[in-house]
């Protein structure tokens, strides 16, 4: 458990950086304070960006391997049109009647199994997330969360403690109990979906031992800041199972895995043969407009809806759903989740011929336009350190990926759905440049 950012700017090494950009950060640190954070041991300064690039004010374009709120592509002109539309002709909020809430109220829960019939909107995923703890607790009556060892769920009081990424300082009401990754390489030989589900009801045991009734298991369905784990297929099952014969409800976080980025249809979940009880997605949802969501059965609103007066200003204004609309269309129309599941294995698949030929890198995990890459100690220095080095490497050549995982120590490479196979090469070529240099 680390409260440190795996690819951050430390601030101490500004006086490193050109006389304009050292200022600007100065600037920064003054007026928003100590809790903000950069990327990068030299930050980015984009001033534009479109489909997969972004521009900094001198002109010079970087490779976007690593955003995944512009799903569609920065600045895509559908999604813009969109938004200056609305924003011309009208933006309040759900207390009037609008139809385009509920025009794309049905479009999206067209995407979803039938079983999923209300939507309620917020404005980031964390707040989705946040409502959704609040619809677990309403309908089990329990206070008891089960969550993976290195999760990431949120910022508010209620999803920070159950984002263990963040530290152990956050605390709340609730209970919080961890469990492993599904990780083959702690699974033994038992498998990924035994194992998992040997660590769910290691929970469950530990929940019912203190008396406590559990409200749910959330998880990241692609795993993200646990270290990118997608296989195989189905392995949530019995875990999900165990989960709801004690009382609790599944809860699918999608807002990183959500919106086709997995090549497999637009939801991570899908790929376990599973139908959640709720689901909360945000991010890419408005391609980088604050619109997020909840959807549910509808059963467990009942008694929330009924004992709780629940209002959000902003959560699916008619300009933020405008932009959603248009994501939504974006993706269907230009085959967005096809070329995930197609260029996603190709990157993949040339990914894991590089780790066989270069000991350096290790396992190769993910699916469609979200992969994550082991990156192995060498002499002297920990995975985590070679990790930053190829990603600051990839960044003073201007490509953008992070780095995951408890330790910092698997490469994040999660670019806009766009993203083609020229890219995937132009990436390629860098990464190949990046870890000739590590070589020196």
Not at 43 to 67: F, I, K, M
Not at 134 to 161: E, L, M, P
Not at 223 to 228: A, P, R
Not at 311 to 336: C, W
Request: some cysteine; proline content about 6%; glycine content about 10%.
């Amino acid at each position: 458990m680390t409260t440190r950012m795996v690819n951050g700017f430390d601030p101490s090494q500004a006086g490193k950086l050109p006389n304009a950009e050292a200022a600007l950060i100065a600037r920064r640190q003054r007026l928003l304070g100590p809790a903000y954070r950069l990327f990068y041991e030299h930050p980015v300064h984009p001033v534009r960006g479109e489909g997969v690039w972004l521009y900094d004010r001198d002109g010079t374009r970087y490779l976007d391997v690593y955003n995944n709120v512009p799903v569609v592509g920065h600045c895509h002109p559908r999604v813009v049109e969109a938004i200056a539309r609305q924003a011309a002709r009208l933006n309040t909020h759900t207390r009037y009647l609008h139809e385009s809430i509920l025009d794309y109220a049905e479009a999206l829960l067209a995407t979803v199994p039938r079983e999923l019939g209300h939507v309620m909107f917020t404005c980031t995923g964390s707040e989705a997330n946040d409502l959704a703890v609040r619809v677990a607790k309403a309908s089990t009556n329990g206070t008891a969360f089960i969550v993976t060892a290195n999760a990431y769920h949120g910022v508010t009081d209620a999803v920070a403690a159950l984002s263990p990424l963040l530290g152990p300082s956050n605390t709340s009401t609730l209970n919080v109990f961890t469990v492993p990754a599904p990780d083959q390489r702690l699974a033994c030989n038992l498998g990924v979906e035994t194992a998992f589900a040997a660590g769910v009801q290691a929970a469950l045991d530990s929940i019912a031992a203190q008396g406590l009734k559990p409200a749910a298991l959330m998880v990241d369905t692609i795993f993200s800041s646990d270290g990118v784990f997608a296989d195989p297929p189905g392995f949530l099952r019995t875990a999900v199972n165990q989960v709801r014969q004690a009382g609790g409800l599944f809860i699918a976080d999608e807002v990183q895995a959500g919106f086709g980025r997995l090549g497999d249809g637009l939801w991570g979940f899908s790929r376990h043969g599973l139908v959640p009880d709720l689901v909360t997605m945000g991010k890419p949802m408005g391609n980088g407009h604050p619109v997020a969501a909840m959807l549910a059965r509808p059963v467990l609103l009942e008694r929330f809806g009924m004992a709780t007066r629940y209002f959000n200003t902003f959560g699916g204004n008619p300009v933020s759903i405008a932009a959603a609309q248009a994501v939504l269309d974006v993706i269907a129309e230009e085959g967005l989740v096809e070329n995930a599941r197609a260029v996603g294995l190709y990157l993949r698949e040339a990914l894991i011929a590089r780790a066989e030929a270069d000991e350096r890198l290790g396992s190769v995990r993910g699916s469609g336009l979200f992969i994550g890459v082991d990156v192995n100690p060498a002499s002297g220095s920990s995975g985590a350190a070679q990790a930053a080095r190829i990603v600051n490497g990839l960044r003073e050549r201007h490509v953008l990926i992070s780095a995951s995982g408890p330790a910092g120590d698997v490469l994040k490479i999660r670019p806009p759905l766009p993203f083609g196979r020229d890219e995937a090469d132009y990436f390629l070529a860098t990464l190949d440049d990046v870890m000739r240099t590590l070589e020196q």
